[in-house]
Structure formats: structure tokens, C-alpha cells
């Protein structure tokens, strides 16, 4: 079993930065593939970046060049850099660990640019 807890959502300015982390617990460990989803207004949850065990990493084309995910295995924590904030980036974002064939999911942490 895991469990995920997201952290450092909030308010920014556009053009601010942010940075998210999601610390995991329970049968966690430095094989998975952790990620990033989102979830605006109004749309549906979509893929924004993934890490994979051998330090791979894949972007949503909106965010790439802006956004950078990374892992601390050692403190089984996966983070989201977030600079050049767009009013677009507004969303939950949510933490996701694929663990045995099956994806856990955080609880979620609401990102908010203004314009």
C-alpha cells in the first residue's frame, strides 16, 4: 500500500515560479515511476510530466522548457519546478506513483496564477 501527500501549491503572479513536492510512504520504492497530472477548471485531468526509475523524464508540450520534474529517492519525494508561471498552469495538481501495475494518487494541491 501507498500513500502520497502533495505540498507547495498556492497563489502566484504570472511569469512567478513554484515548486511542488509529493512525499510517499508505505511500499514505496526507487523503482516506480512517479508523476505529475493536472486538472483545470472545467477540463479534464491531463499528464503534465513523468520520471521514470532510470531517470528518464517526459513533458506535456505545454509545459516543457518552463516546468522540471526530479526525484530524491533517498527521501522518496518527487518535485515539480514550476517557473514562468502562465494564468493556463491554473489547475489541481495531483501526485501519482504507479506501484505493483497500479496507479496511487495524492490528495491534490490547487495551483493558482493571476494575471
Known amino acids: 500500500q501507498v500513500q502520497l501527500v502533495e505540498s507547495g501549491g498556492g497563489l502566484v503572479q504570472a511569469g512567478g515560479s513554484l515548486r511542488l513536492s509529493c512525499a510517499a510512504s508505505g511500499s514505496i520504492s526507487r523503482l516506480n515511476v512517479m508523476g505529475w497530472h493536472r486538472q483545470g477548471p472545467g477540463k479534464q485531468r491531463e499528464l503534465v510530466a513523468v520520471i521514470f526509475s532510470g531517470g528518464s523524464t517526459t513533458y506535456a508540450n505545454s509545459v516543457k522548457g518552463r516546468f522540471t520534474i526530479s526525484r530524491d529517492d533517498a527521501k522518496n519525494t518527487v518535485y515539480l519546478q514550476m517557473n514562468s508561471l502562465k494564468p493556463e498552469d491554473t489547475a489541481v495538481y495531483y501526485c501519482?506513483?504507479?506501484?505493483?501495475?497500479?496507479?496511487?494518487w495524492g490528495q491534490g494541491t490547487q495551483v493558482t496564477v493571476s494575471s
Open positions: 501519482e506513483a504507479t506501484v505493483g501495475g497500479r496507479p496511487y
